[in-house]
């Protein structure tokens, strides 16, 4: 399968606990992107890397909130003291180098805090 | 900034039939894209169709055809022949390329229901 990967495909976790998911990009991708999705809305931007760097955080991307991507292939999102509220989907999506191509999506990870 | 506005929370369309999902945006760039994208109930986002802002001619991508409309803003999908598997939330969505623009911004989604 050459799409994009997200792992763990669902977690549930105790409010004060610590997260981390990874994605996976399309080999070839540069572009690798991670949006929030709740119950009944569209996905919401997090933050955005182009290869190593994270170029661009949403103000939705709180202090708790930290992505990595070190050597500019997979990608991780980590959540610290996880509330409540951060229960939603967490969606990753990568693009090539090339304006306004679309964005090809992985599964997700659905997050439950308790 | 951007935005996307979506009127229709949930559309039924019988077996067969052709269905218009509505798109409205809001954005001051000059270039820009709109996308529509499927979503089932499995969770994944699957990428439909693109229509640039500077095509003239709409987008077309089999079943699905993209009525675009710049003076009034409006990129709305066509589904044609509607099909059981059809059913699924779908959502619209645009990106520009100025400034800090990389991201999609998307709407709230049309629930789109195929009766039978």
């Known amino acids: 399968d050459t799409g994009v990967s997200q792992d763990p495909r669902h977690k549930i976790t105790k409010r004060g606990q610590n997260v981390t998911f990874r994605c996976d990009p399309i080999?070839?991708?540069?572009?690798l992107y991670w949006y929030r999705q709740t119950l009944g809305q569209g996905p919401e931007f997090l933050t955005y890397?182009?290869?190593?760097?994270?170029?661009?955080k949403s103000r939705l991307l709180s202090d708790r909130f930290s992505a990595e991507r070190p050597k500019g292939s997979f990608s991780t999102l980590e959540i610290q003291r996880t509330e409540q509220g951060d229960s939603a989907m967490y969606l990753c999506?990568?693009?090539?180098?090339?304006?306004?191509?679309?964005?090809?999506f992985g599964p997700g990870t659905r997050l439950t805090v308790l | 900034a951007q935005k996307i506005t979506q009127t229709q929370p949930g559309m039924f369309v019988q077996e067969k039939e052709a269905v218009t999902l509505d798109c409205t945006y809001d954005t001051s760039d000059q270039s820009y894209g709109l996308f529509w994208y499927k979503q089932p109930s499995s969770g994944e986002m699957i990428f439909l169709i693109y229509?640039?802002?500077?095509?003239?001619q709409n987008a077309t991508e089999g079943r699905y055809s993209l009525n675009f409309q710049k003076a009034r803003k409006s990129a709305n999908l066509v589904i044609s022949a509607s099909q059981l598997g059809d059913s699924a939330m779908y959502f619209c969505?645009?990106?520009?390329?100025?400034?800090?623009?990389?991201?999609?911004?998307f709407g709230s989604g049309t629930q789109l229901t195929v009766l039978p």
């Open positions: 969505a645009m990106r520009g390329i100025s400034g800090s623009a990389r991201q999609l911004t």
């Open positions: 080999s070839e991708h540069n572009r």
């Open positions: 890397f182009q290869n190593e760097a994270q170029l661009e």
């Open positions: 999506a990568s693009s090539p180098g090339l304006s306004l191509n679309e964005q090809f």
């Open positions: 229509q640039g802002s500077y095509d003239e």
